[in-house]
């Protein structure tokens, strides 16, 4: 037999009830789940960061500049997924010259390249000139050259040239919050406007995208902050910590809220598809559901928060609280991704049969492509912070371009 014919036969030993033929294999695989947790954090980042700016949360200040090279990191790599999924990245030029605007899917390339360009790395610009300019004054080499085409070779940092970088970098955050809920909600819209699917059919599916992906992106920054400042032999800045792991315990709560709302909003439309939802559930989705999603993505992290609010924890217990919390919820929104795209096709459209999902190690769509694709981000992010570093603001010096 060949490698195809044991997966089939894998396969089918673990379906249950009656199936149709070409609803044995899951057409969308660990791909598309890892697309969704990507551009799920780059929003929540980013609306982290527009805190400090738009909401003048002072005391998120120290990880603001942080929050935005992540965003831009995840954000350069989240299209792979879905371009390695349907192949041929090579063609994806084509969505630009021949657009087709009927297509919900098709126009992620529009708003991703809106939210690339007019938003992400034009407030990072403006954020950065007045340093970049600053730091090629006190360097030579190539660093220097890197930093002065970051700056696009300006040299101006007047008053008014660095009072005139704030408002465009707080008219860009302002225009960059309604762009961020596009670009994650409109992947919930996708899956939530398929009404052949009781599982995905849902239109609070949007909203619950966009909360989840507020409470990852939140997540991901504080784990981030907590292990890049140590290495740096610095102090963590507790009120900072603090702040964010507050923003973070509200959105728990209302993204909690949101997917129990959406729970009952299923309950109450499946008439027919209500037995083989439940039996999905029990059966096929109990461990990355009720365990991973619910329990230690949400329930624990949860009563961490409350207990850091109701007592009073000395300063190593809290960051070992939000610590462990931060890396919790992320698997818990991964597990959530999983159990919408992978679980939404593991019962027959006959609503009579579960079939099974069973992912590969290697190849294309397999566990190591994936853990790459989750380290890329990473990769990306050290690059960013070694050209643009998020810490510190160098003091200028009286050097001129050219002088050595």
């Known amino acids: 037999m060949n490698p195809l014919t044991d997966k089939l036969y894998e396969l089918l030993k673990q379906v249950s009830g009656f199936i149709y033929p ?23 980042a980013f609306i982290l960061a527009s805190l400090v700016k738009v909401f003048n949360v002072k005391e998120v200040q120290p990880a603001y500049r942080l929050a935005l090279l992540t965003a831009l990191a995840f954000l350069l790599i989240a299209p792979l997924p879905l371009l390695l999924h349907l192949g041929h990245p090579e063609r994806s030029y084509e969505i630009f010259l021949s657009p087709n605007f009927t297509s919900a899917m098709a126009m992620f390339g529009f708003v991703y390249a809106w939210y690339l360009m007019v938003v992400l790395i034009l ?41 005139f970088d704030k408002k465009m970098v707080k008219g860009i955050t302002i225009i960059g919050i309604p762009s961020a809920f596009l670009l994650h909600g409109y992947v919930g819209f996708i899956f939530g406007s398929i009404k052949a699917n009781p599982w995905w059919s849902s239109v609070l599916m949007p909203i619950v995208f966009l ?29 900072c910590v603090d702040k964010m792991a507050s923003f973070l315990f509200y959105a728990v709560i209302i993204d909690f809220s949101l997917e129990f709302l959406d729970f009952i909003h299923r309950l109450y439309e499946s008439e027919e598809s209500i037995k083989i939802l439940s039996e999905l559930v029990m059966n096929r989705l109990f461990i990355s559901l009720g365990v ?26 809290r960051k070992l609280l939000y610590f462990v919390s931060a890396i919790l919820i992320q698997l818990g929104i991964f597990a959530t991704r999983w159990n919408v795209v992978i679980g939404g096709q593991m019962f027959s459209k006959s609503f009579r049969g579960l079939t099974a999902f069973k992912m590969d190690i290697g190849g294309m769509e397999g566990f190591l492509m994936t853990l790459v694709l989750l380290a890329l981000p990473f990769i990306v992010l050290a690059i960013l912070i070694k050209v643009l570093p998020p810490w510190e603001k160098p003091e200028r010096k009286n050097v001129e371009w050219g002088a050595e």
């Open 22 to 44: 070409n609803e044995l294999e899951v057409h969308w695989g660990i791909l598309v789940v890892v697309y969704p947790y990507l551009t799920g954090l780059v929003a929540g």
């Open 123 to 163: 407030e990072i610009w403006f954020t950065y000139r007045k340093d970049v300019i600053i730091l090629a004054q006190s360097e030579t080499g190539f660093m220097r050259f890197v930093h002065r085409a970051v700056a696009l070779f300006s040299t101006d940092v007047s008053e008014r040239a660095v009072e």
């Open 211 to 239: 909360f989840s992906a507020i409470v990852s992106g939140i997540a991901l920054v504080i784990f981030l902050y907590m292990v890049i400042t140590p290495l740096r032999r610095e102090k963590i800045d507790i009120k």
């Open 292 to 317: 991973i999603q619910i329990l230690l993505g949400m329930l624990i992290p949860l009563g961490f928060m409350i207990a850091v609010r109701l007592f009073k924890l000395d300063e190593e217990l």
